[in-house]
């Protein structure tokens, strides 16, 4: 089994990354959005206990979201591996999915974190929010308090990471495909190590 984390701002690409490194590797994509979603519409025990902080505006608590993740593991114990995208997003998130990981046998192989100028990133979501309809998406003040909760949230993760060895900076700037190889090339190394 071969796991992978992508870490990325808001914008860098993650999403189009994934989609892309899920099919090359054959992996399971676990997105903790559409985890969220599923669980909401399914109306699990979780799902009704995270829909009862958002009804309140408030962000869903980290042992929800890690119940929701382990759940999802137990769910799917015959995949390859899978990409995490959008979780971990704090330290203490990291430190659960290494426990849960641990406790089937597997541990996260590689971290692939996309890296692009903030300049680029507020352009490429104003683009995004034109076609998205997303609100939070049209609005750079919204934008950048976006990438000031993910600088303080969750780029100590990379630290985390980058002292197990686990950890590839990968540039996050030109055509997808560039991108692309840059990230490969960083889970190729990983995968060989």
Do not use: W
Not at 81 to 110: H, M, W
Not at 155 to 164: D, G
Request: with cysteine.
């Amino acid at each position: 089994m071969f796991n992978i984390i992508i870490f990325g701002p808001p914008g860098a690409g993650k999403g189009t990354q994934s989609a892309m490194l899920l099919e090359k590797y054959q992996l399971t994509h676990l997105s903790t959005g559409d985890v969220f979603r599923a669980n909401i519409k399914g109306q699990t025990e979780l799902g009704q206990l995270a829909q009862s902080y958002i009804d309140k505006g408030e962000l869903v608590p980290d042992e929800v979201t890690n119940s929701m993740v382990e759940d999802f593991l137990s769910n799917h114990q015959d995949a390859n591996g899978f990409i995490f995208d959008g979780y971990p997003r704090t330290l203490a998130q990291g430190e659960v999915l290494d426990a849960l990981l641990e406790k089937s046998g597997t541990p996260v192989n590689c971290v692939v974190a996309l890296e692009v100028d903030e300049d680029e990133l507020v352009k490429r979501i104003l683009l995004r929010g034109k076609d998205s309809g997303r609100s939070d998406d049209q609005d750079e003040e919204k934008i950048r308090t976006r990438f000031e909760e993910y600088r303080t949230k969750t780029e100590p993760l990379l630290n985390y990471y980058e002292a197990q060895g686990k950890l590839s900076r990968v540039f996050g700037m030109g055509t997808i495909e560039e991108i692309f190889n840059r990230l490969t090339t960083a889970i190729d190394s990983a995968q060989q190590a």
